[in-house]
């Protein structure tokens, strides 16, 4: 058995207690964001694709990114265009009550059966299981559709349960309270037009109840209101880096240098959609011969002072070619002001070694430099004064 509730805007921030952020101070979020949006920006060698240089500070920056504002919180859902009826509901009705209120939706798809919120101090999720166990009564292939959408309620002016109204899209066609048989009100309209598109109120017929539940888009902004924002954003600037996994390499101990050959032994056929022949199996190919690698990656642990000392002098180095800085260490207890500190020195925007680009190049050790050289990879280490 299932209880069908369909999304709606506003109820997911308020389930297990949880709400988002708002605020304007976004400074630091901003800093998150550009750990992840670095692979898009200018063009790349396509077997590079994968080495976003953020991608594990992606999912740490998703985290924090999930207690952002959202632009519309109370957004209204899309509503259904066809001509349906919707029956207003609450807990309000008892058990008997709602049973015959969910009978009269059963099988039916231009049928909606709608509840405003929650009752004061109960979570959705809690609601959701106390209606879903009274649905379960009801035959599996019969369950009605049921939302929690208090923006109905608002927008056909529901002040009491049992109400039943003809709607179309956001317009509401007729209402009537105290009525849950569909029958009857159809039986009521064929008589009765109302002028200027006006709604036919056809009033009250019928037993009603106060509606038990608060309106949810209500208790979320009481809940919001309630919050300290500053220590929200405090938390989850420091959780970022409680939580980013730094990827840690040994210190160079002397200069090296080693090429890596990426030519690959094509496993099949590539075959463009006209049937043309572009690799053949077996055939060997050096991608940098179609796809110059023409950056120049250093990367180093931003705790050392002589490792930044030597990245900054390669990044300064090199001409003609963008420089990428990844480090692999940084003081955890500074935290962004040590993020943003470092970015400042060298000029620009600083991104996390992440392990798929630790592999693609087989680093070893820090301070490293990647760069092209031919038809090869260079990836050179250096020494520095501070190694161990």
Not at 20 to 34: I, N, V
Not at 161 to 176: M, N
Not at 213 to 229: F, Q, S, Y
Request: proline share 5%; hydrophobic share 45%; glycine share 6%.
């Amino acid at each position: 058995m299932r209880c069908h509730f369909k999304p709606i805007a506003v109820a997911a921030v308020l389930i297990g207690g949880s709400v988002p952020m708002a605020g304007a101070d976004t400074d630091w979020l901003e800093r998150s964001k550009a750990l992840m949006q670095h692979a898009q920006k200018g063009p790349r060698p396509a077997w590079l694709d994968a080495n976003p240089h953020a991608a594990n500070a992606k999912a740490l920056a998703l985290e924090t990114l999930k207690h952002a504002p959202s632009p519309q919180p109370f957004a209204k859902p899309k509503r259904d265009q066809r001509r349906h009826y919707v029956l207003y509901a609450s807990t309000s009705l008892g058990r008997t009550g709602l049973l015959n209120l969910f009978e009269a939706a059963a099988g039916r798809d231009d049928v909606l059966v709608v509840f405003r919120g929650i009752r004061d101090g109960q979570r959705v999720q809690e609601f959701i299981r106390e209606i879903h166990g009274l649905a379960q009564t009801l035959d599996a292939q019969r369950v009605p559709s049921i939302e929690l959408d208090p923006t109905r309620f608002q927008n056909a002016h529901i002040q009491v349960v049992p109400s039943l109204t003809v709607e179309e899209g956001d317009r509401v066609l007729a209402k009537v309270e105290g009525v849950t048989d569909i029958a009857w009100l159809e039986a009521q309209l064929k008589s009765r037009q109302a002028p200027d598109d006006r709604v036919v109120d056809l009033g009250v017929h019928g037993d009603t109840q106060a509606i038990a539940e608060l309106d949810l888009i209500e208790v979320m902004k009481t809940r919001m209101a309630g919050i300290d924002w500053a220590a929200k954003k405090r938390e989850a600037q420091a959780h970022f880096w409680q939580k980013a996994e730094l990827l840690s390499l040994v210190t160079a101990r002397q200069d090296r240098e080693r090429l890596i050959d990426i030519t690959v032994t094509a496993p099949r056929d590539v075959v463009t959609p006209a049937g043309q022949i572009i690799v053949r199996q077996g055939q060997r190919i050096n991608p940098l011969s179609q796809l110059p690698f023409t950056q120049r990656l250093v990367v180093f642990d931003a705790t050392q002072p002589d490792q930044v000392a030597a990245a900054e002098r390669e990044g300064k180095a090199v001409t003609g070619r963008p420089v990428t800085y990844l480090i692999t260490g940084l003081e955890r207890d500074q935290g962004w002001q040590a993020f943003n500190a470092l970015e400042e020195r060298l000029g620009q925007s600083v991104f996390l070694l992440t392990a798929d680009v630790r592999q693609r190049f087989n680093l070893e050790a820090v301070p490293s430099v990647v760069e092209q050289d031919g038809m090869h990879i260079k990836v050179r280490e250096i020494a520095v004064a501070g190694h161990d």
